[in-house]
């Protein structure tokens, strides 16, 4: 329906640019000027007379053929159909003539016949010719716009080598120094004559602070770089840049009141592009470029300037991260030095072993302690200052300490030093290692000859004073037992023979004999209890085991306490001495429960060991309060403990004691065997 | 040598003092019966003394310088030397009576006895007979059955039922004449019989044998 009225209007309009058309009347003036003159003898138009032709052509075969001209003219200007019409035209027009006018209708047929064909012929060979030429135009056409595109290409690309190339050396120069200064003084440069602008600014964001501080500048006056010294996060195109880490492009700043502040207006600027300076996808600062005149900016001058200052960013980082190792190196060099000089030193004596027990380092006073020159200890296997069996404690305590067991903060240990002589060094062992692995162990070592002879002295002192107090009660009780009672009972003896076989004596007299006898009995009981209180024989003549069963058994009859005694382990016998002062030291206990404790029950344990033996003294009474160090207990009056130390370092043994008021009091004793 | 047929009884004495030795022997040999034969001032003299002169019973004192009496006694009962010992000591506590029965002594008497006393108890061991007292034999008992790890353990073989049945009233402190009414014979015949575990034994006392018994788990008091 719509299509209709469309067809009717393009015909009219085809009409219409026909009847305006000059070329068509052209056409149309030759084909009656010529059709006038073919019929020349009924319109007596004639524009030339007949010549002679050759083969026998008469006028009006040049009357056909020059039908031909308004045909060809006609598909020149309208194509082939134009053509064709203007043939069917010619046909009608010569027609007539052929058949009815002229004489020879044979040969004017003929002619009238080829000239048809011919002129057929014309348009369809015109409009092929045409259409050629059209697709050759076409062609070209096509060929100058792929021309056009790869001459696009090759601009853009020689404009991205030309980046690449700036980006890369831009990156070179960045990564040839690690002097931060000159790295950003060159930077500014470079990015200047890059991105052909006046002025370049380059911030370092300062996280913490929440604001960016100028650290180089090109192309701006002294005065505007103190007055951007600082700029707060969100301030300007820089701040907002740094805020939000996209890049900021502004053709003319001066119509952005809110970017624009005083010394962009000083300084006269109009463009500004400003990019994030990003590492690691982390904020470092913002690289800013301004231009005094207003200048187009291109996204491609934004995307060379953010891959700029990316570069810088990573250029940034890497300074920041070189400068703080540098510190740290420093920092490490120093804290070294510190400690070398310490080492060095050092009063106390310092060196390090490795795992398997040889020196690896060694200061100047651990040379003096045994008695080598430095670089003679350096490299020594250990086992030659350690005499065996402290070297097999030695490596006890570096095998727990391998084991992150610190039991022994600082121990006391036996050297050898050089010459043969034995010394003493108080020792603290430390695990050095690198990446928790373990490398060596060190040892710090006082040397305690001095104090451990002067020790040992008062040791023996104090043994010989307990020895000879113990032998004096010994031979008292040993004068007594042996001279005073053996005599009272040779007495006693020679009294009894006396009575029984002398019958002469009266009876009273005989019962009154009795009595002195009695007496004298009585008095013997007196001196053994004596004796047997200064030194009880049972620890001479039976030994420690049945002499602490009999004490034990005394308590338990004389002050009915729970007295318990077990022993554990296979029986070993100790010297006589040490025998008796562990009795000591159990009787001294005991004799403690029963005066202060107020306990109702008491257990002795005597435990038998491999490598050494535990006596223990254990109450359920009231316990005290215990001083800070057991040494403190003589002063504050309990000398009996003091005594009990003091006998427990005579037999070598340790000596502890537990206690809190209220919880009942434990003394253990340990005694090697 | 008239008294020695008659059953005289030879008596070896060690003390130290020689003033309560020399006292006890002339004490002892008052009496017919008893001879001492040697005197010994300690512990090592005892033992050579008691293997030279094979006495019928020692008399040992305690404390004597060099090895004590006990000492002495564990020497001469290792030797297998079979004779009694009478331990004579100051004092009356347990460990001592514990430490001298296991060594092997017949049995001890305190220091203060009266020399009838003394008398009879060296005739009571040399006859085979005990000398505790009934309070310390069981004393004795409580000590070494806690000792004896295999109790009930088999004695078939060595010894006849009899000879158990008298060792076990020996153990419980009876005296022979009591072990005989309880057992319907004659005392002589548990002389026999004991006479026959001493030897079985390689004892010299019923000590020794009670407490050898109940070490071994033979015999049983409960």
Known sequence: ??????????????????????????????????????????????????????????????????????????????????????????????????????????????????????????????????????????????????????????????????????????????????????????????????????????????????????????????????????????????????????????????KEPELCNETVKDEQLKSEISVPLMAHGKIMGTLCVATRSERKLKPADVELLRALGNLIGVAMRNVNLYSERMVAAEQLRLSEKRYRQIFENAHDAIWVQDLSGTVIAANQAAGELFGYELHTLVGMDSEKFFPDKDYAFSQAIQKNLLNGLNGHHSYKQ???????????????????????HPDGIQFIGRDITNEVRMQENQRFYLEQITKAHEEERLRISRDLHDSAAQSLIATLRSLEKFCEEEDRLSQRRLDLLWIYHKQLKGALQEIRQVSRDLRPSIIDQLGLLPAVEWLVEQQKAEHGLDASLSIKGEERRFSKEQEVTLFRIIQEALRNV???????????????????????????????????????????????????????????????????????????????? | MIKEKTRTIRILLAEDHVLVRESLREYLEKDPDLEVVGEAGDGEQMVALAEELQPDIIVADVSMPKVNGIEATKRIKEKNINIPILILTAYDADQYIFSLLEAGAAGYLLKDISGKELIDSIRRVSKGDSVLHPTVVHKVMERFRNTGKNQGAQYYGLFTDREIEALELAARGKTNKEIADKLGVSIRTVEAHLGHIFEKLNVSSRTEAVILALKKGWICLD
């Not at chain 1, 003493?424 to 990446?435: A, C, K």
Request: proline residues 3%; glycine residues 8%; negative net charge.
């Open chain 1, 1 to 254: 329906m719509k299509k209709k009225p469309r067809g009717y209007k393009q015909k009219s309009v085809q009409k219409q640019y026909f009847l305006r058309n000059p070329q068509f009347w052209s056409v149309v003036v030759i084909y009656i000027l010529i059709t006038l003159h073919h019929y020349d003898n009924l319109t007596s138009f004639r524009i030339m007379s007949a010549p002679d032709l050759p083969l026998g052509f008469s006028r009006h075969t040049i009357d056909r053929i020059l039908y031909l001209v308004p045909v060809i003219l006609s598909s020149f200007i309208f194509g082939s159909r134009g053509g064709l019409i203007v043939v069917a035209a010619a046909f009608v027009a010569m027609v007539p003539r052929a058949l009815f006018i002229t004489p020879y209708h044979m040969a004017a047929l003929w002619e009238t016949g080829m000239i048809t064909l011919i002129s057929t012929l014309a348009p369809l060979g015109l409009d092929l010719y045409k259409k050629q030429e059209v697709q050759l135009g076409e062609t070209i056409e096509q060929l100058e716009s792929t021309q056009r595109e790869l001459h696009t290409t090759v601009e853009v690309s020689r404009e991205q080598e030309k980046q690449l190339a700036v980006i890369n050396s831009f990156s070179v120069m960045l990564s040839k120094s690690l002097e931060f200064e000159e790295v950003m003084k060159t930077t500014v440069d470079m990015v200047k004559g890059i991105m052909q602008v006046e002025v370049v600014l380059v911030f370092s964001l300062h996280e913490n602070l929440e604001e960016l501080r100028l650290i180089a500048y090109s192309g701006i006056h002294e005065d505007s770089a103190t007055a951007l010294e600082r700029m707060r996060l969100g301030e300007g195109v820089c701040g907002r840049v740094a805020e939000t880490g996209q890049p900021l492009m502004v053709d003319d700043i001066t």
């Open chain 1, 594 to 673: 029963v005066r202060h404790a107020e306990a109702t029950e008491v257990k002795v344990a005597i435990v038998f060991k491999e490598t050494d033996t535990v006596v223990s003294i254990i109450d359920n009474g009231s316990g005290f309060e215990l001083p800070e160090s057991l040494g403190e207990l003589s002063r504050l009056g309990k000398l009996g403990v003091d005594g009990m130390m003091t006998r427990a370092r005579l037999v070598g043994g340790t000596f502890d004691m537990q206690t809190s008021p209220g919880e009942g009091t434990a003394i253990a004793v340990v005694v090697p065997s």
């Open chain 1, 414 to 436: 036996e050297i050898v030093r050089e010459d043969g002589s034995k010394a003493y060094v108080m020792l603290s062992t430390n695990l050095v290692s690198s990446n928790s």
